[in-house]
């Protein structure tokens, strides 16, 4: 008899490695670039870049189990978008900001954090399995590129970003990352 496949939403959620983690983390973050696309249609930029980043998202999430599917190509284009809102919100992102303001930028600081999960999830498959630096870059980069994006969605609608000072680590200078 035949399995029934409308019973199994993942063919591979039993297995013990990591890589299942960073698969469903990268999913998770895959949905997130769309929610975030759906709220900035009428922001050419962000929203091109966002349709272009959520198919990466899905390479970024089969490069470690399949064939390696990011490139350098890939990865300097991630990093002339980062430097493209960085120019666009410099002054905005030299403290450490809450992550707030419309509901375009919190749903890509939802982006952000989810790219984050995605780095830890790659290291923990790094533990157990050999795992490309340029996954490691591009992961890094890609939850970077959301935080600058968000600044800069604020930027564009005119919410102004509140500064976050926190009580148990000294002030410092932001580093142009999340």
Same mark, same amino acid.
């Not at 980062?82 to 749903?107: M, N, R, W």
């Not at 630096?133 to 005119?158: E, P």
């Given at each position: 008899?035949?399995? $029934? ?131 490691? $870059? ?16 604020? $930027? ?10 926190? +009580?148990?680590?000294?002030?410092? +200078? ?5």
């Amino acid at each position: 008899m035949k399995k $029934d496949l409308r019973f199994l939403c993942y063919p591979f959620m039993r297995e013990a490695a990591s890589t299942v983690d960073f698969e469903i983390r990268t999913d998770s973050l895959t949905t997130r670039i769309g929610q975030a696309a759906s709220l900035v249609a009428d922001m050419e930029v962000v929203y091109a870049d966002l349709q272009y980043l959520q198919p990466m998202a899905y390479h970024l999430n089969g490069s470690v189990r399949g064939k390696l599917a990011i490139t350098e190509a890939d990865l300097n284009r991630l990093s002339d978008m980062y430097d493209f809102y960085c120019e666009k919100v410099h002054d905005k992102i030299q403290s450490f900001v809450l992550p707030q303001g419309t509901e375009a930028a919190c749903a890509l600081h939802v982006c952000r954090s989810e790219a984050k999960k995605s780095v830890r999830a790659l290291h923990k498959v790094s533990l157990e399995q050999e795992v490309p630096q340029i996954l490691f $870059d591009y992961s890094h980069l890609l939850a970077n590129v959301f935080f600058v994006m968000a600044v800069y969605v604020n $930027d564009q609608t005119g919410v102004e970003e509140i500064p976050f000072v926190s +009580k148990s680590y000294p002030e410092r +200078k932001r580093r142009k990352n999340a």
